[in-house]
Nanobody, 121 residues
Framework: QVQLVESGGGLVQAGGSLRLSCVAS????????MGWYRQAPGKQRELVTI???????NYADSVKGRFTASRDNAKNTVHLQMNSLKPEDAAVYYC???????????????WGQGTQVTVSS
């Protein structure tokens, strides 16, 4: 089994910053892409950013220039630095990872439980 645990969410004023972290643990041989998604009330879950194992990042247009993702492959961790937060960034943020199992070698997608980000105007 593989578990993803997010942390770092909370309440922040518009213009402020938060740093989210996600740690993967369990039967991990390697992790391909890791990413962050978010879901606001009444809306579909949307991609925020994807980080490849080589560190290449892709961002949603809505967060470009404000959010920065990074990985620590040795620690199976991905971070999301969120600056200049806006009320429309408020959502539950989910971590997702494509994990190659140490036993069977298959690749599965895993989600974390989510962490709430609230931005007050």
């Amino acid at each position: 089994q593989v578990q993803l645990v997010e942390s770092g969410g909370g309440l922040v004023q518009a213009g402020g910053s938060l740093r989210l972290s996600c740690v993967a643990s369990g039967s991990i041989f390697s992790i391909n892409a890791m990413g962050w998604y978010r879901q606001a009330p009444g809306k579909q879950r949307e991609l925020v950013t994807i980080v490849t194992s080589g560190g290449t990042t892709n961002y949603a247009d809505s967060v470009k220039g404000r959010f920065t993702a990074s990985r620590d492959n040795a620690k199976n961790t991905v971070h999301l630095q969120m600056n200049s937060l806006k009320p429309e960034d408020a959502a539950v943020y989910y971590c997702k990872a494509a994990v190659k199992h140490i036993r069977c070698g298959n690749i599965y997608q895993y989600w974390g439980q989510g962490t709430q980000v609230t931005v007050s105007s």
